[in-house]
């Protein structure tokens, strides 16, 4: 059973870096086609698809989040099983619940596991 966790810090002050880590567990993410991705969700907001890194290590980021564009980055530990996202020079609007989870090509691109999510809040 694949099982993928966020661990991060829950509270950021504007200006800084935001690292969050996803560890997968029970599943390599170096095989199978999978795209392991992070999205979130604002308050009152629906979920915002941020970026993947794929199996070998490919990288996609959201076209249409102009915010994120120049901010934003992937990168993965495949010694640790674990994917981390990077989001500089944060502000308040950056306040979310941040998920990982896993695209699967094999079924449909469906997301087929996801972490339990890890809220983040940037306040002074």
């Known amino acids: 059973q694949v099982q993928l966790r966020e661990s991060g810090p829950g509270l950021v002050k504007p200006s800084q870096t935001l690292s969050l880590t996803c560890t997968v567990s029970g599943g390599s993410i170096t095989t199978g086609e999978h795209y392991w991705t992070w999205i979130r969700q604002s308050p009152g907001k629906g979920l915002e698809w941020l970026g993947a890194i794929t199996y070998s290590g490919v990288t996609y980021y959201s076209p249409f989040l102009e915010s994120l564009k120049s901010r934003m980055s992937i990168s993965r530990d495949t010694s640790r099983s674990q994917f981390t996202l990077h989001l500089s020079s944060v502000t308040p609007e950056d306040t979310a619940v941040y998920y990982c989870?896993?695209?699967?090509?094999?079924?449909?691109?469906?997301?087929?596991?996801w972490g339990q999510g890890t809220q983040v809040a940037v306040s002074s």
């Open positions: 989870a896993r695209r699967n090509p094999r079924a449909d691109y469906l997301y087929d596991y």
